[in-house]
């Protein structure tokens, strides 16, 4: 079989034909050669053209005024379904702080690891002393904010080891949207402690919806344009984002003074000092101060419409782990300076491609 | 002054305080060691936490539920503005085909390049005979889609040269939400041709938005789960996507057949075929395939969302010159395998981070 294929090659004649129906003289053909190719010179195109070019941007224009109205509507919907949010909220507050036990029926969510928790179960009623009486003396979910934050790549680069003790004592993160100036408002609620005097520290994103005048094409959705933090009022001597250190000076003439100075360290409550925007808009910012805007806006929003509403898998590190479709998918982007895959999947209304075995 | 400073560093002595309040010797203090660090262990934790973990997921799965509706009614949302686009969209589409001409002030969009616009215009009237007529004889926008499409670099790799001439006679991209079953359908609108017998070729997309009740913690809202071309009916001969090679051959007794082989070649009109998905779930599906098709939704999801409403910036080319905040920022992910900008921007219902001199 091999060898008649091969004879028969040897005594063929091609004749090609290319999509044009013309009949080629048997050499393969260069289909590209027989088409001119589409201009794209819109630079020097004739007035005319520039001239409907021109209308069709006029037309575009009028189209951001109505998708900025889209935009309205989905912000009027996300207070409509934040104040739905809010219950649930509410209870896995009660849960982690300690302050309400779940009855039975409120915990049979089904799992994979269902077999070792009703091991875990069964030791603890087969053996009520040991586990049993340890483990009810712990009130709610210790540390819940502070393991879930740990485990997101880009939270945890916030916090520095002398950070924790304090955020031991955070009970919740929440958000809150606001109408003027538009934006949202995220609160980290402190139980009382040793550190700091606030019961709150909140950190606040303005956002805007407007389609520029000078530039309507621009126009691209609402975007973060800002945001502010706070004064956070540490208890004395207890303010873990300085060292102070105090030097005994002996000049010349042997007589001594005491100096104190501080030092600042990094901390996760550098989150409640971000970078002032200046009013003036013609203000040329640094380089390094506009990527650390840039970044504290990601987190803003992913804190916002990932972390928070889905904190629970954060703790348990699931959100982490399971990416599922995404890496099966193959979307190897690379992480920007460090954000974790977590933030490439910043917006709670961007829909999103299924594996397509996930139907 | 120099020399002052010296001598007073010379004679220092340092005591450091921590944020405990200690004195410490004069050594510099490691904050780090004087602070536990968070138990995050959540794998050997105690029976009752893991109970009260179960409780927080089954009240997510309740808000997963409601995020669903939310998603629900931004969908609703999004046809409701569907239908106010149209008339936008038919206008765009009698000023490209040439069927009616713009009147002057539907055209008076002011731009940058208004100054060499304003030249061209005095140009055409001191010599009515030359640019004037000529530019008079064009209809519409010559090749507008296959212009906007040959710009962004996702569409642009899908063209071959060969498909280009039959990409000519595109005359509309437009798209239409379908309700049953979820999702949309791209229509490409070609003018009679020498080329293709359709006059719409679709692309249709099915979207699903359900909790998945065996794993409803892994909802993460509408995503695109298939997707379906349509035939293209040839004018014979006139099949790009086909090369057609006629042989004689010879055997040994010297009789002659005339054999005819088809070959395919890539084309833009393969995104009419992509790969069908098994209907079981259960068929493990080769990874290049599903490479293609996460590739195919991105394009479907780019074509909808951004393309098609803002073709007339990618026709000039300023939707991929003009990424403004975006470069601005510094977001330098990585384009995967070839994906333009474009596509980083997949959404219209994400929000973005604006520049923060952008307001």
Redesign the interface.
Known sequence: MESQKG??RG???????????EVGDGEE?D??S??K????S?LTE??????????????????MQ??R???E??SI??RK?ES??QP?YA??LQ??SGKC??KDE????P?DSDAA?EL??K??SDNKGS?GD???G?K????FW??AM??VGVLAEMI???D??V??HLENISVELVAEPNGFKINFHFAPNEFIKNSVLTKSYT??NDV?ERDP??Y???????CHGCTVEWQ?????T???????????NGSVKLVTEKFR?PSFFDFFSPPE?PSD?NFE?D?EV??Q??RD??IG?FIRETFI?????H????AET?H??DE??????????GLSDDMS???????????????
């Open positions: 004879r028969e005594g063929e004649e091609v004749i090609t034909i290319n999509p044009d129906g053909v289909l590209n027989y088409f190719t589409a201009d794209d819109s004739p007035w005319m053209i520039r001239r409907r070019v021109k209308a069709l941007k006029k037309i575009l224009a009028r189209g109505i998708e109205k889209f935009y509507e989905i919907l996300e379904y739905l949010f649930l209870q896995r849960i982690t036990e779940p409120e915990c049979d969510f799992e928790y875990l179960q030791a603890r586990e340890e483990a009810d712990i709610g979910i210790p540390h502070l393991t740990k485990n520095e080891s002398h924790e003790p955020l031991q956002m805007k520029d094409l621009s691209d959705g609402p975007e973060i344009t800002n004395e001597n207890r303010n873990v300085q060292i102070q250190r105090q030097k005994k000076i002996k000049d010349k360290v925007i808009p910012m380089e506009l990527v805007l840039t806006f990601d929003q509403p889905r904190a629970v898998m703790y348990t590190g699931e399971d599922g479709s099966d998918e193959g979307d190897d982007e690379t992480d920007y300076d999947n910043l917006s709670m209304n961007k829909p999103r491609e299924a594996d397509p075995y996930d139907q």
